[in-house]
Each structure stands twice: as C-alpha cells, then as structure tokens.
C-alpha cells in the first residue's frame, strides 16, 4: 500500500514542480510606449527614410516623427511600443514599414508610421539592432552588433536569427590588419543598390556585398581599417563608403577596387543622399555637409553654423535637405559648390 501511495504522489509532486516551474518564469514583459512630447521632432534622431511622399524620422526613447511637406513640419508618431534609442527604419511601400533599435526591438507599422506593433524584442541579448533594409516581397533584414543578422519573409512580423559567415576577399592581402578569425564586428549599416545587389558597412574597417539579395555575403577589398558608417550606392557598379575621420572612398566596380576623396574634414561621416541633377550630399557630425554635383567625384564642404551632428539625409527638393540630427529633424538648404573639388569653409 506504500509503494502505491508512492506511485501516486509521482504525477502529483511533478505537477506541483511544473507549476512551481512556471511562476518563476517571468511573464512577458509589456511594451513601454514612447512619451508623447511637444517638441518630439527636436530630440536625438538617428535614422530616416521615405514612405511614399511621407518623410520618416527614428531616434532616441522611441521618438518616431514624420512629415508631410517634406521636411518642413514635423508630428509625432500616435503610438510605438517601445522607448529604446531605435537606430534604422525602412519601408516596404507607403504604408509599411520597420523600424529597429536597442534592446535587439523590431517594430512595424501599416499606416505609413503613425502607429506601431512591437514583433521582436530581447533585451538579454545585449545586442542593439543598428540598421534595417526593406526589400519586394516583404523580405526584411535587420543588422546589428556582434554580426548580428535577423531575417523576415513577412515584412518584419516575425523574425529568424542567422548566421553571418560572409567569403573572404579574392585577395587576402587586401584585409585589413585585423585578427582575421573574429566574426563579430558591429555591422552598422545596411543599402540596397537594385533588386538583388546589397552592401553592409561595419566596423574596423569591413565592407560587406552581397548580389543574391543577402542570402550570401562576401568580404570587400577595403581601403581603410577604421569603421565605415555608410555605403551609398550611386549606380550599377558606382558605389560610395564612408565614416570615421572624415574618411570618404569611392568604387567604381562594384567594391573591388576603391579610391580616396578629398573631404577637408576630419568629422566623422555617417549618412548620406542622392540628389536631383547627378548631386549627391553626405552628412556627418560637427554639421558637416559635404556636397557633390558631379555625382560624387569630388565634394565641396558645407559646414553648417550650429556644428550640430548629423546622423541621416534625404533629398527634400531643389537644393534642400531634410536631415536627422541630435536636433531633431529639420530642413537644411544647400548653396552651390564654389568650384569642384573645393571648400566653402
């Protein structure tokens, strides 16, 4: 009779050890929403993008603006369920779009970014998500520290994690004087230039393409061991990177071969825009603009008064330049070059 009371005890105990099991999980944890503010469009903004006319700004504690007029009036978001710093935003079309940040957070938007659900978010990870690239057919892919790398099929609902194992150069010489095995650099920004063709600008010097649209990656020839902070593409093979020390390199075939522009700044460079007539702007701290109007073969320096660092750019019309900034977001107007290749400074 005890050994059968001893049998019965055994789903009970496990049962009781189960639900013990589960009070210690901690219950998913509620989004904090992002503060409505008065003056939301002037906090740290970090990253914009296009959603149709619409203008799209991201940035600190969740603020997300975005404007109408392109650039010249600024509303805040009505609700994003989160309050990390968010670092990139994409859209798939006019209305959908994605937004990532800190905290390893994902969020999207149906209606062109007034309003936002929270579909990826771990906190424990420790590795904030630093870019966002939209494709055709919902295809998304996020990047961020360590090599992070998240894919979505479905427009950034749901999310996988993938490996990032990108080929090495075709010249081992051309790497730079890294330790060649770490596999973990901070991939800091992701750009499409066409339907397949992708490039990714990362740290100590990394420059990442990929012609398969991000399903295989390889390791570009790069000209310089600091960090790149952008890649502009300005055409089928011509491409643009750049970032710390005012470093600006240009590529004409594709990344194979890179060579070095005069930028007369020494700021670091972090966002960058085409513009119309062949122009091309590119942005950085201290309120560097540097302009080009020979599409990116030289560039004039534009410093703007305030010294305000500038973090992203896009083209807002003639001669003007809606930018984010850790002012806000604002319109900037750009004068013409005094003479190709020189500095308004």
């Not at 859209?91 to 309003?115: K, N, Q, S």
């Not at 309120?287 to 008064?305: E, K």
Request: glycine share 12%.
């Amino acid at each position: 009779m005890g050994s059968a009371a001893a049998v019965d005890k055994g789903p009970l105990v496990l049962t009781f050890a189960l639900a013990l099991a589960a009070l210690a999980q901690p219950a998913a944890e509620s989004p904090r929403y992002a503060e409505h503010a008065r003056l939301a469009a002037r906090a740290l903004l970090i990253a914009m993008a296009a959603a149709g006319e619409r203008l799209v700004a991201v940035g600190d504690r969740g603020v997300i603006v975005f404007s109408d007029d392109r650039g010249a009036s600024w509303r805040q978001a009505d609700s994003v369920p989160t309050q990390a710093l968010l670092s990139g935003v994409c859209f798939l079309d006019a209305r959908r779009g994605v937004a990532v940040g800190h905290d390893e957070v994902a969020i999207t938007t149906a209606d062109g970014g007034r309003t936002w659900q929270r579909t990826h978010y771990a906190p424990q990870a420790q590795r904030p998500l630093l870019d966002v690239w939209c494709g055709s057919g919902g295809q998304v892919i996020a990047v961020g520290a360590y090599s992070t790398y998240l894919t979505s099929a479905d427009g950034g609902a749901s999310w996988q994690t993938a490996s990032f194992r990108p080929a090495p150069p075709a010249a081992a010489a051309a790497q730079p004087a890294e330790d060649d095995a770490r596999s973990d650099y901070h991939l800091n920004r992701i750009v499409s230039a066409g339907a397949a063709r992708l490039y990714i600008a990362a740290e100590a010097g990394h420059l990442y393409r990929s012609d398969d649209g991000g399903r295989t990656w390889m390791t570009l020839a790069s000209p310089y061991a600091g960090s790149f902070f952008d890649v502009l593409p300005l055409g089928a093979q011509v491409v643009l990177a750049f970032g710390l020390r005012g470093n600006l390199y240009r590529s004409e075939d594709a990344g194979a071969s890179w060579r070095r522009l005069d930028t007369h700044t020494l700021e670091m460079l972090d966002g960058g825009a085409r513009l119309a007539d062949d122009a091309v702007a590119i942005v950085g701290l201290a309120g560097v603009v540097l302009v080009s109007r020979d599409g990116g073969r030289t560039f004039t320096l534009q410093q703007q008064a305030d010294r305000a660092g500038l973090a992203a750019a896009l083209g807002a019309g003639e001669l003007r330049l809606a930018v984010a900034s850790e002012n806000g977001a604002r319109l900037l107007a750009l004068a013409a070059p005094a003479a190709a290749g020189g500095s308004a400074r």
